[in-house]
Antibody, heavy 120, light 107 residues
Framework: EVQLLDSGGGLVQPGGSLRLSCAAS????????MIWVRQAPGKGLEWVSV????????NYADSVKGRFTISRDNSKNTLYLQMNSLRAEDTAVYYC?????????????WGQGTLVTVSS | DIQLTQSPSFLSASVGDRVTITCRAS??????LAWYQQKPGKAPKLLIY???TLQSGVPSRFSGSGSGTEFTLTISSLQPEDFATYYC?????????FGQGTKVEIK
């Protein structure tokens, strides 16, 4: 069974940093691109970032480019999101998710989400 | 970036109704579109990808169609468990944008 366990969220002041983690199990982690999607309270879904299975390719939403860094450790089956220079508008539930290549990259599995609150 | 506009944003319907949600892309995306269902407090669930391919385990009352810039998600006979928010997502280019969502509520 595919399992994605998000962690690392919490309360951080504007301008601060936070690192999210996502522990994956139940599938060959290095074979899959992984993504982060966020959802602000009461709002819709926002695609944040993607990383290829090898870790050699990444892409970011304009809203986080230059501030967030996606990475992965395939030896630990873990995905990361380093978030720097955080702003109030980054407040959201962050989901890690698996991208399914045979489904054009659609997301077929999601973590439970971890809440990041940026506030003074 | 490619913008996706869903209509309507809110829909009130009864059990057994046929429901159609539209997703329009700001530029052509061929058939690179997925649909998701999200219930309150839960992660989204993949329903359809490649505009019309039903994800494994999804009931056949869900169907998708379209290509280019206009797409539809149809629920042939709305069931109580279908009351949720639905999102489209384009998979053609980065960033992989989502529509703003369509909330389906009980009439």
């Amino acid at each position: 069974e595919v399992q994605l366990l998000d962690s690392g969220g919490g309360l951080v002041q504007p301008g601060g940093s936070l690192r999210l983690s996502c522990a994956a199990s139940g599938f060959p982690f290095s074979n899959y691109a992984m993504i982060w999607v966020r959802q602000a309270p009461g709002k819709g879904l926002e695609w944040v970032s993607v990383i290829s299975g090898s870790g050699g390719g990444t892409n970011y939403a304009d809203s986080v480019k230059g501030r967030f860094t996606i990475s992965r450790d395939n030896s630990k089956n873990t995905l990361y999101l380093q978030m720097n220079s955080l702003r109030a508008e980054d407040t959201a539930v962050y989901y890690c998710a698996r991208s399914l290549a045979v489904a054009q990259g659609a997301v077929d599995s999601w973590g439970q989400g971890t809440l990041v609150t940026v506030s003074s | 970036d490619i913008q996706l506009t869903q209509s309507p944003s809110f829909l009130s319907a009864s059990v057994g109704d046929r429901v159609t949600i539209t997703c329009r892309a700001s530029q052509g995306i061929s058939s690179y579109l997925a649909w998701y269902q999200q219930k309150p407090g839960k992660a989204p669930k993949l329903l359809i990808y490649a505009a019309s391919t039903l994800q494994s385990g999804v009931p056949s009352r869900f169907s998708g169609s379209g290509s280019g810039t206009e797409f539809t998600l149809t629920i042939s006979s709305l069931q109580p468990e279908d009351f949720a928010t639905y999102y489209c997502q384009q998979l053609n280019t980065y960033p992989r944008t989502f529509g703003q969502g369509t909330k389906v509520e009980i009439k």
